[in-house]
């Protein structure tokens, strides 16, 4: 493992989106890092440059992460595409600009594997960025994220910011959202598998064919590997953060099903998209620095389980 360049002990850290799945893992990551943990008030909204720039000019940071974005699952990327390209464009271009303006040392931007054309060769190596079309379905999404590494690049040639990207594959874990309509597949798949158990029911429906195949990566997981970027890399090329394997949404269900105790029949619904066929990253770049993601699949169903279980089983 290489060498630390940039000690995050005794500095003061903003991670916009503190309150989300990424943000709130990030939070608990730093805590043994030694350093000032700062958090902008709900009023904040991160979409509005005028109140952006005045809660960095009266809340000095020297790290920011901008873990705050409108995200969603193929449903919701899909139907609003208007929020999810305008919404992010404005939080990433008000936290970068806002981060220059005051001076912060050091801003990691994480993005998603989505940025990725819809058949890049696979695993994705980063340099497969912009090489042909993206998947329709979250192309809004993805676009956004696009700019955003651009802007740390731009940010970093012409102002020498240290301002560096991480694109993380499919995340869960504890903090996920489990609403059916807008969330990814797997607080999804955990939630009707629990449901059906609950209610005694003989099926449940996956959405589209169940061939693609996701990478996960569990969210401590990313944050690990955030912390570690903050402390190792500093160069203009984005990272890809994977788990390094994937799996059909069928099997993705059958394990689900296996650690929930649901027994019954898996139904699908044609009538939902399927999306990009399959988005594994080469994540070698991040690997080569000396990372490595430490929670099983399995292990990490587990855990986001028992999370939903002990903050939602009951809505
Ligand atoms: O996780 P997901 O919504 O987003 O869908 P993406 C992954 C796959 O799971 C798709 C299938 O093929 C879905 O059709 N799936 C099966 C389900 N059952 C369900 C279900 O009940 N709910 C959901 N949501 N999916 C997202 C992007 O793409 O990846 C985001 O839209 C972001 O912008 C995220 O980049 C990481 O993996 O297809």
Not at 18 to 42: I, K, Q, Y
Not at 223 to 242: I, R
Request: proline share 5%.
């Amino acid at each position: 493992m290489n060498a630390p360049i940039f000690s995050l002990k005794d500095k003061r850290v903003y991670v916009a989106g503190d309150r989300g799945m990424v943000g709130s893992a990030v939070v608990r990551r730093l805590a043994r890092e030694g350093c000032t943990m700062v958090s902008a008030p709900r009023g904040v909204d991160l979409r509005e440059q005028a109140a952006v720039r005045a809660w960095f000019a009266a809340n000095p940071v020297d790290v920011v992460v901008v873990a705050a974005a409108k995200v969603g699952g193929i449903l919701a990327n899909d139907s609003y595409p208007a929020d999810f390209l305008y919404d992010n464009l404005m939080i990433e271009a008000n936290l970068i600009e806002a981060s220059r303006v005051a001076g912060v040392a050091k801003l990691l931007f994480l993005g998603s594997s989505c940025i990725y054309p819809k058949f890049a060769p696979q695993p994705i190596h980063e340099d497969a960025l912009l090489t042909g079309p993206l998947e329709p379905t979250n192309e809004w999404y993805a676009i956004a994220k696009i700019a955003g590494i651009k802007l740390c690049q731009a940010y970093r040639r012409q102002h020498g910011c240290d301002f560096i990207s991480a694109m993380p594959t499919n995340l869960y874990g504890p903090g996920d959202n489990f609403d059916l309509q807008s969330s990814h597949v797997m607080p999804a798949l955990i939630r009707k598998a629990h449901e059906a158990k609950t209610a005694g029911a003989e099926s449940i429906t996956i959405w589209g064919s169940g061939s693609p195949r996701r990478e996960f990566l569990h969210v401590d997981d990313l944050a690990d590997a955030c912390v570690f970027l903050l402390q190792h890399y500093s160069a203009e090329e984005h990272v890809n953060v994977g788990f390094g394997d994937d799996l059909t949404i069928a099997d993705l269900t059958a394990l689900v099903a296996d650690v929930v105790g649901f027994a019954g029949r898996i139904e699908k619904d044609a009538s939902k998209p399927d999306g990009t066929p399959r988005k594994l990253m080469d994540s070698a770049r991040l690997r080569s620095l000396g990372w490595a993601p430490r929670i099983p699949l399995r292990e990490g169903v587990a855990d986001a389980y028992a999370w939903f279980c002990a903050h939602h089983a009951n809505t």
